[in-house]
């Protein structure tokens, strides 16, 4: 009787077993089955650019995070327009879209879009010294761009509604740099541009400003494809609730944003003129400085033109001088005989970057690394050591430059600099001095990549990507037109 009363148990348990097994894997499994994340990214690079350069930027880590904590490695492919992404997410040609998106209704109704990371503004960009727009009555019968089947063309679209006369071109393929030069160049009047990809282009294209901001934020955010299974956005839930959680999320900004706004427009066209009229006489020894160090020759360079301004024989009412602004001890101990020597005085301020940098911690990474040394080569070890220390008794994270540079300038107040071991030191000068070699460097890496690419007939614009920093590890790419 027992054995009668278990056969039809043991044949549901069969049934349920072979349903099982005939139900799909859930999207997260296909994912870690294949062992690749196939992230899409917008990147609108000129079709000469050959070979590709790796992709960088805020976006390009924390997909590189999220599929280490997968377990996978993560494959970036390029796309030159919106639509093409858009299109790739719901043909499930690849995972996600790995840009950042605005999330719009229409965008809804196609995607599924993970949780917000970035809120934005939308601001019309116009040139200095032009008509400055107050309101979207004054741009009527004005020539407007902006890139198609994007958020700004959206909301153009639903102001028009009220505006009957307000009218736009839209471009495919087109990069922001693109766009801003367009506006410098008055070959357009306008464009419209996320707070965002402002103020990531800008650093380049010196000129353009913001007139006036629409009302209200967008929130941006990556996408997948609409779907029953939630095991994709779950574990993108959860892994952007742990990146806002850890601090890695505020890291990866202030490595990537921290530093773009540091410069006016002033500094960028002087530097700009420095860099034709008075680079070309110290280029080769920073880059021998470089080969020695195993730096970056575009670092150095930033460094020599924030210490003098390629002055080598400038001199400080403090009394350091040349062309990295050296202190007789410093110049003694770096064996550099006459600090108005530019090659002595270059080499010899490489290899004090060196020593402060040997004597952070080791545990400490970069790029935390390098700013940390950079903010000691200016304000002295000694002083950059209070600032961690206070850092890290105010529940900071003293091996973070994003926590530390908030501590600094805490050096020029007596409150906090009294109970200190090394006393005053102008830690606000020393956050400007950090975040000034960056985009400095920047902007040398942007001019070096246009002039590798002058002769070519594709690449005659003055076109860089806006994303920032080192190269993503563990990745591979691909381009789709």
């Given at each position: 009787m027992k054995i009668v009363m278990r056969l039809p148990l043991l044949a549901g348990l069969c049934l349920l077993f072979l349903q099982s097994c005939s139900q799909p894997a859930s999207l997260l499994s296909e994912i870690k089955q294949r062992g690749v994340l196939k992230a899409g990214i917008l990147d609108a690079s000129p079709p000469c650019r050959l070979p590709v350069a790796p992709p960088q930027g805020l976006d390009?880590?924390?997909?590189?995070?999220?599929?280490?904590?997968?377990?996978?490695?993560?494959?970036?492919?390029?796309?030159?327009?919106?639509?093409?992404?858009?299109?790739?997410?719901?043909?499930?040609d690849i995972d996600l879209a790995a840009s950042p998106l605005s999330i719009t209704a229409s965008r809804q109704d196609q995607l599924r879009f993970a949780p917000a990371y970035d809120r934005v503004r939308q601001q019309l960009i116009y040139k200095h010294g032009q008509h400055r727009p107050r309101n979207l009555k004054q741009l009527q019968y004005h020539r407007i761009l902006v890139v198609a089947d994007s958020s700004q063309n959206e909301r153009l679209q639903q102001l028009q509604a009220t505006w009957p006369d307000l009218h736009w071109q839209q471009q495919k393929n087109i990069r922001i740099t693109t766009l801003l030069q367009a506006v410098q160049q008055q070959s357009i009047d306008y464009t419209l541009l996320t707070s965002r990809q402002f103020r990531h282009a800008s650093l380049f294209i010196p000129g353009p400003g913001v007139a006036f901001s629409l009302p209200g934020h967008e929130t941006q955010a990556w996408a997948i494809r609409r779907s029953d299974d939630n095991s994709l956005y779950n574990a993108l839930s959860t892994f952007f609730h742990e990146v806002k959680s850890n601090g890695l999320l505020a890291q990866l900004k202030e490595r990537y944003n921290g530093f773009q706004q540091q410069l006016n427009d002033v500094d960028k066209f002087v530097f700009q003129r420095h860099i034709r009229t008075r680079l070309p006489g110290f280029a080769s020894w920073f880059k021998q400085a470089a080969e020695e160090s195993g730096r970056s020759w575009t670092l150095l360079a930033a460094i020599g033109y924030q210490e003098s301004h390629w002055n080598p024989k400038a001199v400080s009412p403090t009394g350091v001088r040349g062309l990295m602004m050296l202190t007789r001890d410093t110049a003694r101990e770096m064996k550099v005989s006459n600090r108005l020597d530019a090659k002595a005085s270059i080499l010899g301020g490489t290899r004090y970057l060196d020593v402060i940098e040997h004597k952070i911690p080791a545990r400490i990474t970069e790029p935390d690394r390098l700013w940390l040394a950079l903010a000691g080569y200016n304000v002295g070890f000694g002083h950059l050591e209070d600032a961690r220390i206070l850092t890290q008794k105010n529940a900071g994270n003293p091996d973070k430059w994003v926590d530390v540079k908030k501590f600094l300038p805490r050096l020029n107040r007596k409150k906090w600099y009294s109970d200190t071991r090394h006393g005053y030191a102008d830690g606000r000068a020393a956050v400007r001095y950090v975040d000034n070699i960056r985009a400095y460097k920047n902007i040398l890496e942007w001019i070096e990549a246009r002039e590798q690419n002058k002769n070519t007939a594709l690449c005659q614009s003055l076109e860089i990507t806006a994303l920032f920093g080192q190269n993503a590890s563990n990745t591979a790419t691909e381009s789709v037109p």
């Open positions: 390009i880590d924390l997909a590189t995070a999220w599929a280490g904590k997968l377990g996978v490695e993560v494959r970036f492919i390029r796309y030159q327009n919106i639509r093409a992404l858009l299109q790739a997410v719901q043909n499930a």
